[in-house]
């Protein structure tokens, strides 16, 4: 714009005429004679060319003072500012209280109002004198404002002013809101939303394990990494990419997974996900996860345990709808969720796991080929009575199992199959040995030193290239079965042997226990208790079961198990016998002696074991 010193004054004003002058120092003062132009050519830019209607004379005039009472009175600070030293040449009174600046204030805005230049506001006025364009900084704090000088949050916008229209850039316009009431109101409600978030994600966390079982034979390593919440624009989308979500900006669902030591060396390994989102999921989650554990201390076997947990889904509160929907507050019974159940032996080293409607596990064999456990497949849990099959598979020394859920593969725009074969070829060649590199404060593992099983884990979760912004949970289990070498492989034996005959296969077996246990080095009163045991449980399977009848002794690094199994199905328990009974006192003795103990179905017999911790002895 450009500024004629002779053009007519009175044109603008505080509602009142205020008369030119000049400050000290030659400063411009607030009112110049040539604004009363500027405000007739501010008044063209506004309004455009004038329709003949209202065409009369004098009316350029009338506009402009119109204008600058509408400007004077508006409740938003505002100001005019022209050339490069960003001059004020007009401030209505909103601005002059806001800034406590004197009826009289003249010169540049730097000396006037020193919060602009430091909060970068002059540099984005020079951004808009170069550009032409309009700035808006949404979210301006000061620490003093308005006649209080309290702190408050500003919206402020700089628009470029040209005059003529396809002339170059003289002035700007600024506009301030004060923006305090609608940022703390804001405020309030994203931090009750991300204690809601919080709240979540602790439920979440606290029904899955705090901590994985480790067992003797197998190194386990878990993660489970929340959904980011709902897109709340490109602002949310950008604060994802740069990492700058904190965990309350997460969104929880019902993935699960759990590590269940069933005894006699025998381990559970579960994964599951819960249809749905929200705390809702993750309250179905924790129930199905409990009733898994109920069921698995039964030591049922991996079909009929989703054949119960089916059955338990189905009497679950399923979907809860959304308040938009047209069944809002209606909740729909019975629990749609996936899930696969296996149980490794180590004595015979295989895997016996069956799947509802999950995701196969992957098993990387000691070659590097990756074979995916897709047999024992079945429908999803909680759509009514199905029989669900069983697989086994051996694992040799040296393999890893990955059991992992939809989070991790699925994309939006990307082929499942396509995800599934990143997946194993990422699998094929992740790092069994650390990579040198400098500690990650952020890592998984904290200050725990990581083993293979963990590089595998971060390689599957790195190798997959999760966005940050991705929107469903994932829950990841790697197990490791270690080929134990050297001293190490010492510690793991193993000795069995068929007894034959009645009752003085109690007899055989003493001798047999105390042979194997004290060429295993193990301490005096832990064969003496060992041997006991034996006697007493293979003296119950010869009164109370039938042949063939095994005794197997097994050592790890930790414990001692001895285990004794028959050709009959009916399950000992322990009972209080009374002083005239001849029996009920031997699962008794045994479980005085041990430190644990407990009974399994074979198909064809039971099996009764218990265990000894070895560094108790």
Excluded at 576 to 603: F, K, P, Y
């Amino acid at each position: 714009m450009s500024w004629k010193p002779d053009a007519p004054s009175g044109a603008l004003s505080d509602a009142a005429a205020v008369p030119a002058a000049r400050g000290a120092g030659g400063r411009t003062a607030l009112r110049e004679p040539a604004y009363d132009r500027y405000s007739t050519d501010l008044a063209g830019e506004l309004f455009g060319p004038a329709d003949h209607a209202y065409r009369y004379p004098g009316g350029d005039e009338r506009i402009g003072t119109l204008l600058s009472a509408a400007l004077a009175a508006a409740p938003g600070a505002i100001a005019l500012v022209r050339d490069h030293d960003h001059r004020v040449d007009f401030v209505n009174r909103a601005f002059r209280d806001a800034f406590g600046l004197p009826a009289d204030a003249c010169g540049p805005l730097a000396g006037l109002v020193p919060q602009f230049e430091q909060l970068g506001l002059l540099d984005a006025l020079d951004h808009v004198y170069a550009t032409g364009t309009v700035f808006t900084a949404p979210e301006v704090r000061v620490s003093g404002y308005g006649p209080g000088r309290r702190p408050a949050v500003l919206r402020v916008t700089c628009s470029a002013v040209r005059h003529p229209e396809d002339g170059p850039v003289t002035g700007a316009l600024i506009s301030i809101v004060d923006c305090t009431d609608q940022s703390s109101a804001v405020d309030r409600l994203r931090a009750g939303e991300r204690r809601h978030r919080y709240a979540a994600v602790a439920l979440q966390r606290s029904l899955l394990p705090q901590r994985l079982s480790q067992p003797d034979d197998l190194r386990i390593a878990g993660c489970y990494l929340p959904g980011a919440a709902e897109d709340h624009g490109d602002g949310a989308r950008e604060a994802r990419r740069r990492g700058a979500v904190e965990p309350g900006e997460f969104q929880v669902g019902g993935d699960w997974y759990d590590v269940i030591p069933l005894g006699a060396g025998r381990t559970a390994l579960v994964m599951g996900d819960v249809m749905g989102r929200g705390v809702h999921a993750a309250a179905v989650m924790g129930q199905l996860r409990a009733a898994v554990r109920a069921y698995a201390a039964a030591n049922l076997p991996p079909g009929e345990l989703l054949l119960h947990l089916d059955r338990h889904a189905s009497e679950l509160e399923g979907v809860a709808y959304a308040a938009t929907s047209a069944s809002a507050g209606a909740t729909d019974f019975g629990a749609l969720a996936t899930a696969v159940y296996a149980v490794y032996d180590p004595d015979d080293r295989v895997l016996t796991y069956a799947r509802a409607g999950h995701l196969a596990p992957l098993l990387r064999l000691p070659d590097g080929a990756v074979v995916e456990l897709d047999a024992a497949g079945g429908p999803p849990l909680g759509i009514g009575e199905w029989t669900w099959q069983e697989a086994c598979i051996a694992i040799p020394a040296g393999s890893y199992l990955a059991m992992f859920t939809d989070g991790l593969v699925e994309r939006r725009g990307t082929d499942l199959d396509v995800r599934l074969h990143k997946l194993r070829e990422v699998f094929a060649t992740a790092p069994q040995a650390p990579v040198p590199r400098l500690p990650d404060p952020h890592s998984r593992l904290g200050a725990r030193r990581p083993g293979p099983v963990d590089l595998v884990r971060d390689q599957l979760l790195d190798g997959m290239d999760l966005p940050t912004d991705h929107d469903d949970d994932v829950a990841l289990l790697v197990v490791h079965v270690p080929r134990w070498q050297g001293d190490r492989a010492e510690l793991f034996r193993s000795a069995d042997v068929e007894l034959v005959g009645g009752t003085e296969i109690a007899a055989h077996a003493r001798a047999f226990a105390s042979g194997v246990l004290r060429s295993w080095h193990v301490g005096d009163d832990l064969c003496d208790a060992g041997v006991l045991a034996v006697s007493e449980l293979v003296a119950n399977a010869a009164i109370h079961g039938r042949p063939p009848v095994r005794l197997r002794l097994r050592r790890t690094d930790r414990r001692l198990i001895v285990d004794i199994s028959d050709g009959d199905d009916h399950l000992p328990r322990r009972r209080l016998a009374n002083d005239t009974d001849e029996d009920g006192r031997g699962i008794g003795i045994v479980a005085s002696l041990a430190d644990s103990w407990g009974a399994r179905q074979l198909d064809t017999g039971k099996s009764v074991w218990c265990e000894f911790a070895l560094d108790q002895h």
